[in-house]
């Protein structure tokens, strides 16, 4: 079946630090992947997405390039804000067939000023 | 602007209680989901709908039922509340089509049974 891994947190880092949080899959055929974000006391919201091999997403910052030949879907970012503390969840979604995405276990990150 | 929202936000009741939290959304999305998060669990699933009057078990749906007679609205109910079913409850929501689109979540309700 389908899984997704991703590391574990809490990730702790000083502002304007690089960010890094690493995510890895396992899929057949050719899945879409995504970044979700969570704020606390939120829901999850898109951070962003990619839909081929190579893709890169991107969104307020944050990148992410969808790798097939090292299965990866790595989030990235050049210099974190205090406001970018959250806990962030990179997904799955099969092609084809059934609607439901692959959550990986999400990783919380703190930034401190 | 479309939306997805859940009530109550918090919710206190006891054991053996039946308890039921709503979830509307106004995207016309055909594809309906519950989700449950707990700490060292991340995100399970445990109910979906693709659709009017279709229903389908997730991998944790023991305990909880849906039921889907419009497109707008997904409620959840526990039949018997239990204090393992204490948790934060998400709805979400996406188009049909490709396996490709983003799902849409509500914000959330904290469920406590005492």
């Known amino acids: 079946g389908n899984s997704v891994t991703q590391m574990e947190g809490p990730v702790t880092l000083s502002e304007e630090a690089f960010l890094t949080i690493n995510c890895t899959y396992t899929?057949?055929?050719?899945?879409?992947l995504f970044w979700y974000v969570q704020y606390p006391g939120e829901g999850l919201q898109l951070l962003l997405k990619?839909?081929?091999?190579?893709d890169k997403g991107s969104n307020k910052g944050f990148e992410a390039t969808y790798r097939k030949e090292t299965t990866s879907f790595h989030l990235e970012k050049g210099s974190v804000q205090v406001s970018d503390s959250a806990v962030y969840f990179c997904a799955l979604s099969a092609s084809g067939g059934s609607y439901i995405p692959t959550f990986g276990r999400g990783t919380s990150l703190i930034v401190h000023p | 602007d479309a939306e997805i929202t859940q009530s109550p936000r918090h919710k206190i009741t006891e054991t053996g209680r039946q308890v039921t939290l709503a979830c509307h959304q106004t995207w016309n999305h055909n594809n309906m989901f519950w989700y449950r998060q707990d700490l060292g669990h991340g995100l399970r699933l445990i109910h979906y709908s693709y659709g009017v009057h279709d229903t389908n078990k997730g991998e944790v749906s023991d305990g909880y039922s849906v039921s889907r007679s419009n497109t707008e609205d997904l409620p959840l109910t526990l039949e018997s509340a239990a204090s393992s079913q204490t948790s934060v409850y998400f709805c979400?929501?996406?188009?049909?089509?490709?396996?490709?689109?983003?799902?849409?979540f509500g914000p959330g309700t904290r469920l406590t049974v005492l």
């Open positions: 979400a929501s996406s188009e049909a089509g490709t396996g490709g689109n983003e799902q849409f």
């Open positions: 990619a839909t081929k091999a190579d």
């Open positions: 899929a057949t055929g050719y899945p879409s």
